[in-house]
Structure formats: C-alpha cells, structure tokens
C-alpha cells in the first residue's frame, strides 16, 4: 500500500501515506511536530490575483491547533475594492489538502490556501474562489456529470540580451538549452510545483522570443494535469508564486501579462475541460465527439463574448486578441484547429499501438492502444485572467450549452475546418471584442445567465463590468498603431497583471 506513494514529491504525503483530499487538522499537526516546524503561512487571493499570506509563529500544540481549526481575521475593503470598510471583517479558514512545504523558505516552514468567511461564518458569496466552488457544484447538481479542467500557463522571461546561441525570432517552439536560456529555470519550476501540490502535464519553451533594447524576451509554457475546477485554479495560484519566487532569486524578470510587444506572441492562458459520466470520459463516444460535448461547446460559443470580461481583463489583452494571428478573435471551434476558439485537440483514439511499431520488443502486448484523455480546449483568456471567474463562467456556460434546445445545431453552424482565415467562410463568423469597454457591454448584456444561476452575485456582475468600462479603450487598437510609446507605456503598466 505505501508502495504507491514513493514517487509523491509532496513530503506531506510521503510522510502521511495519504492523499492530500484526506488530510485532517490531525495530519497537520503530526506532520509540523515529527518535523519541528515552528512557522505557518496561510495563503490567499486577492482581488488582484496574487497570493497574499498570514504569518504564524506556533509556539504551542494549543496554538496550532486553535489556528486550524478556526482560523484568523483579515480586512476584506484592503483585499476586494467591492467589500465595504464599515462592514469588512473577513475569516480566513485553512483548507487542509492544499498544505505544503514552503521550498523557498531557509527556517522550516508549512504553507496552507484559505477560503473566506463572512462574519455570520458562511462561506463569502462574493469571494471568486467560493464562486467557483459554486460553480463545480452547480455543474454536478444540474448535470449529474463531473467536470475536471486544467489550464496552460505561458510566461516571458526576459533577461539581458545573450550573444551566444541566440533563438530564432519567434521560432521558439520546443526549442532547447543553449539556444532556450531559461529552460533549467522551468526544469526547477516543474520540481517545486510538484513538491507544493501541483499535478504538471509537461513543460517546454513556446513560439514567443525576441530581443529588443538590449533585452531578451523567451517564452515558456507550463501544463497541468486535468483535475477538480477548485484544484486547477489552485495550482495556477501556486505556479505563479514559485515563478516569480524563482524570477527574483536570479534577478529576471517574469512577466504573464497578455501581450508584451506587438507583432510578436503574447500569453495565453488557455483551459481544457474534460467531462466524465459516472468517472468514465464521455468527451469522444465510438470515436466521434459525443452530443454532450457539442452542446457544451454551443453554449461557450454563445456566451464566449461575455467570458471575456473574466479571461481578458486588462487593455492589452486586446492588443493579443487581433485577426490574422493565432489566438482566437472569430467565435468558432475546430478539431486540431489553433485558429479556433475553442479547439479539439488531437487524441489517443486511432487503434495503432505506436510504441510497439517503434519498439518491437512490445508487439506482442495486449495493451490497448487507445487512451482516453480527450479534452476540448478554450482559447480565448490570457494571463490577466480572474483564475476563479473564468474557470466559473465556462461551468456556467457549459450547462447553458446542455439546456439550449438549438444546442445541436448551432455547435454544426459554427463548426470551421482548417485555418478560418483561409476561406471566405469567418467573415460571416461574430467576432469577440476588442477593448475592455466592449467587453464589458457584452456581459452587461448577458448578465442574466450568469445571475439566474445564483453562482455568480450581481453584485460582481456590476462591479465586472464598472471595472472594465473604467479603462476607458474602445479605440486601444489604433491609438497603439498610431503611438508606440503609448504600447510601451500600456505593456509596462500591465506587465505584472494578477
């Protein structure tokens, strides 16, 4: 039985012999006490998406213990601008499953995520976190299925300029030391994601790199496995602390922000979902995308214009979403299509076993060759993006999709093959926004969805909207066009958006 916790880089659950979804206040206290930690860090999300912290020094079993089980207040008005100063005392309680050891820290020391209390000891409506939370739940209820989700996270790493092994100009796909600088820093990155919790699909270097000023842009990307909606937004969370703790050891920086300069690849940060019936995927059914997940793509194509003020929330986020290049800007979806919006990616659903072809030694296994992990891919958010609020919104929007009675025929309507900008076909395609102003009219217009469900508060809805209308860029595109040093000044503004 231990056996099957010997390759956990969680030191938590090596030492626990259990998974994390089973750890107790207990646990806890074992663990810091066999291993003399003395120090606690509660960690939390802000309205700007960083992870905020509370510090403990235990000096007492009674200590800790009343610490876990209770928790600690915290001023709501200074972590949320929509919570009121007269009425903002918030609790914080630890969620015990997310607990790591800090890897950064040189005094021994534990880290554990938080969920917000308001002060009647509910769970805060308003929190994104809980909307989320919400969200999962809501999806199971109305549905009867499961959702797992993960999400792609693409970052910059500039750095001074390099005249040994440079990489091509935005020819940086998968490219390798020397030519990629920083892939030892992303190598270090995977180690201690999953020392903290985080379950990693597979890292490598992306398209974007480029010098300017002296200065060496290279971009990575980090996926993660498909997990819970609540887990994925997690270990987001997580991945961009250990990034940025990393950025400042070696004096880079790192920048998730939308678009760093024109012309040349921004961040996404793009989702897959994954839809189980009864713990089996029901993504593909005899090999064919099944009607379940055509409907659930009709409904985030409906509402895909709206989503946007959850997944695109800064200026430059437009300044990413422009025709002709390869994030989205038509609504439509497409199977292995990266000019889509959302995109079929490819599967493991042929019936050739490739490892036996190229290693005959296996041919004689009874293995099956296929292997179900087929996801469906939205690719419209970048790095500005609300974690929670976005993860939210595309649940929301798949049950919208299930309960539209066009579902069928509107997923056949808007399907694309090959690159939409090679035929004539997307210009009669709706197209997403292009400022954060017209953005926000979308959602104000679809408030109704979001609101009906009761997941989402109006009060978050308005304060989305007034948020985004504040940025005042209808015309962002051509005021760039016509004054780089607008962009530059735009870029550097948002270079450290959530």
């Known amino acids: 039985m231990e056996e099957q916790f010997i390759f956990s880089p969680n030191s938590l659950v090596k030492f626990l012999k259990k998974e994390p979804e089973q750890f107790c206040r207990e646990d806890i206290i074992h663990y810091m006490t066999a291993n003399d930690i003395r120090l606690l860090n509660f960690r939390y999300p802000g309205e700007d998406g960083r992870l905020k912290t509370l510090n403990f020094a235990i000096h007492s079993v009674e200590h800790l213990n009343r610490i876990l089980t209770f928790g600690e207040r915290v001023d709501g008005s200074s972590l949320f601008s929509f919570m009121e ?296 958010p970048d790095g500005s993006a609300d974690i929670h609020l976005i993860m939210a919104g595309l649940l929301i929007a798949a049950v919208h999709g299930l309960e539209m009675p066009d579902a069928l025929e509107q997923a056949e309507s808007l399907y694309v093959k090959g690159n939409i900008f090679h035929t004539s076909d997307f210009k009669t395609l709706n197209q997403l926004p292009s400022s954060c102003f017209a953005s926000a009219e979308r959602l104000d217009s679809r408030r109704d969805v979001f609101i009906g469900t009761g997941v989402f508060p109006r009060m978050i809805i308005t304060h989305t909207v007034d948020r985004l209308k504040n940025f005042n860029d209808m015309n962002i595109r051509d005021e760039i066009s016509e004054n780089k040093e607008k962009e530059r000044e735009l870029v550097i503004k948002y270079i450290h958006c959530q």
């Open 85 to 380: 100063t007269g009425s903002s005392d918030l609790y914080v309680v630890p969620r015990y499953q997310t607990a790591f050891l800090n890897p950064f820290s040189d005094t021994p020391s534990l880290e554990i995520l938080c969920s917000f209390f308001d002060h009647t000891g509910n769970l805060l409506e308003l929190a994104p976190e809980n909307i989320l939370r919400n969200a999962s739940h809501y999806f199971t209820k109305t549905t009867g299925l499961e959702m797992k989700m993960l999400g792609e996270l693409e970052y910059y790493v500039n750095s001074p300029t390099s005249s040994l092994f440079q990489a091509t100009d935005q020819k940086g796909y998968h490219e390798s030391e020397p030519f990629a600088k920083f892939e030892w820093m992303r190598k270090e990155a995977l180690r201690l994601i999953a020392e903290c919790g985080g379950q990693i699909k597979y890292g490598h270097s992306e398209v974007g790199n480029f010098t300017k000023e002296n200065e060496a842009f290279e971009q990575h990307e980090i996926e993660f496995l498909p997990t819970t909606p609540e887990m994925g937004a997690d270990q987001i969370l997580i991945a961009k602390w250990i990034l940025r703790m990393l950025a400042d050891q070696l004096n880079v920086e790192i920048s998730f922000a939308p678009k760093i300069s024109t012309g040349k690849a921004g961040n996404g940060l793009h989702f897959h979902m994954m839809v189980l019936k009864n713990g089996q995927n029901i993504v593909m059914e005899n090999g064919q995308l099944s009607a379940t997940t055509k409907k659930i793509i009709a409904g985030i194509l409906d509402l895909a214009d709206a989503l946007t003020a959850f997944g695109n929330t800064v200026p430059t986020s437009y300044l990413r979403l422009v025709p002709y290049q390869e994030a989205p800007t038509y609504i439509c979806w497409g199977e292995r299509n990266r000019s889509a919006l959302v995109r079929i990616p490819l599967g493991w659903t042929g019936n050739n076993n490739m490892a036996a072809i190229v290693n005959p030694v296996i041919q004689n296994s009874k293995e099956n060759p296929s292997n179900n992990t087929q996801t469906f891919e939205f690719r419209v």
